[in-house]
């Protein structure tokens, strides 16, 4: 999609502080972070929503990759979250599925 933020940071239209790539996914900083760790995963391929992802390879992918993330951040043995959120309700702000890996600290409950 020509004019979605991530796609634009995808082809490299657009800085990001890159954390981890493979040829499915990337992982980027946050650039408004909610925890001392908040890493976005997202597609490279461009899917709106959660609702929009064709195959579970894609969220697979993208769930390996925030592992990966949350170990190179020396986030996994304390613990980390993972959310997805989907459609406006959701409270989804850009249009392209993504995953955030937030840890750093303890994370309450409801989050927020």
Not at 13 to 21: C, F, G, M, R, S
Not at 96 to 106: E, S
């Amino acid at each position: 999609m020509i004019d979605c933020l991530f796609c634009k940071i995808v082809r490299g239209e657009i800085p990001a502080t890159k954390v981890a790539e493979n040829e499915v996914c990337l992982a980027f900083r946050d650039i408004g972070p909610k925890a001392p760790v908040h890493v976005l995963v997202i597609p490279k391929s461009h899917y709106g929503s959660m609702d929009d992802v064709p195959t579970a390879e894609v969220i697979g992918a993208m769930g390996l990759m925030a592992q990966q993330v949350a170990r190179q951040e020396g986030i996994a043995e304390t613990g980390y979250r993972c959310v997805i959120n989907t459609g406006a309700d959701g409270g989804q702000t850009v249009g392209h599925v993504h995953l955030h890996v937030l840890g750093g600290r303890a994370l309450g409950w409801p989050p927020g």
